[in-house]
């Protein structure tokens, strides 16, 4: 029997800026699962809001392995999920697990691999779900891969992180400090950076909204220069960082979302780089899956003690979710951005 699912569909393309016109709530159903499918049926209990995915909103590929989503198709999302029913021996009734599923309220996968080709991945629901979509998922594996294999942290050093109060750049900062690093963080609101500083130790923040000249601005808060820039925001703030770089400074490019939404901006001060002997690399969460064990080895224990303190803004009901989407984009929210359908 086929299950009701409210679900998100993409209608339309968009090179600028998000609207509610780009996206469709849809009353469809899931088909029943067939008997030797190896299917599994999921409840989706959080869905995950991600820059990644506005990327594949262009009727165009804009450079990731991702080919752009299908018109009229619901979105592709990383979620929190608890199984249903299952066709499919590794997964059993009551399963909780994370995967890339689809902005529903239900999810069916096929075979039992995701919509990226991997297994689906159980988890312990006794840790609280959300961390399984910020620090012990997909943004804290991408801060932990940047800080810690790319940027090769040491105490003492001098890191930068723009879009700081986003799941990654939180994550970043804190692992940084962890490594006993001083870390600088840009956001967009005056309380952001108070949150900051004052709820996740950052030593120091800007609102890169009111400071005017961001070369000044990164040269005051770094008068020993940058040794790592954890890259979220790309443009003039990727600019204004290279002017600043130590020498054999590591720029890891997790994103570049300034770029997301319009033209995307040159870059007029790449020598700089070989001017410090500085390392820029971009990389993707996936490339570096045989770590994933080594991180959550490290990261669970910090989270369960409180040492690495997430946040989350979680919106409620999957009609919400394109407001919730475009308001992700424009940096409303503190921490990571989830939706519970």
């Not at 956001?187 to 000249?213: C, I, Q």
């Not at 994103?255 to 971009?282: F, H, P, T, W």
Request: proline fraction near 4%; glycine fraction near 10%.
């Amino acid at each position: 029997m086929a299950t009701p699912c409210k679900q998100i569909l993409l209608v339309k393309y968009s090179s600028e800026e998000l609207s509610d016109e780009n996206f469709e709530v849809s009353e469809g159903e899931i088909e029943a699962i067939q008997a030797g499918s190896g299917d599994v049926l999921i409840k989706n209990v959080l869905l995950s809001l991600d820059p990644w995915n506005r990327l594949c909103m262009h009727s165009t590929n804009q450079g990731l392995y991702f080919p752009p989503f299908s018109i009229g198709k619901p979105v592709p999302v990383l979620s929190v999920s608890r199984v249903i029913s299952s066709d499919n021996a590794d997964y059993k009734a009551g399963d909780f697990l994370t995967c890339l599923a689809t902005a529903s309220e239900y999810s069916l996968i096929r075979g039992g691999k995701d919509g990226a080709g991997f297994p689906l991945k159980k988890i312990d629901p006794n840790v609280p779900l959300e961390n399984y979509l910020s620090f012990l998922g997909l943004p804290g594996f991408t801060a932990w891969i940047g800080i810690v294999r790319i940027g090769e942290a040491k105490s003492g050093e001098q890191v930068f992180v723009s879009a700081a109060s986003g799941g990654v750049g939180l994550a970043a900062g804190q692992i940084a400090k962890m490594r006993g690093c001083r870390v600088v963080g840009s956001v967009s609101t005056d309380e952001k950076v108070r949150f900051l500083k004052e709820e996740f130790g950052f030593d120091d923040a800007f609102n890169y909204k009111k400071e005017k000249d961001w070369n000044a601005t990164l040269a005051r808060m770094f008068p020993n220069g940058i040794d790592i820039y954890f890259e979220n925001v790309g443009g003039k703030m990727l600019e204004a960082a290279l002017n600043h770089l130590n020498l054999h400074a590591r720029i890891p490019i997790s994103g570049m979302i300034s770029q997301y939404n319009k033209l995307a901006d040159g870059v007029r001060n790449l020598m700089n780089l070989v001017g410090r002997c500085a390392k820029m690399e971009g990389f993707l969460a996936y490339d570096h899956i045989t770590h994933y064990d080594e991180f959550v080895s490290e990261m669970l224990p910090l989270v369960a003690e409180s040492k690495i303190v997430s946040k989350h803004t979680i919106t409620k009901g999957i009609e919400n979710f394109p407001l919730a989407f475009i308001g992700m984009m424009r940096g409303e929210n503190i921490g990571k951005a989830l939706v519970d359908p």
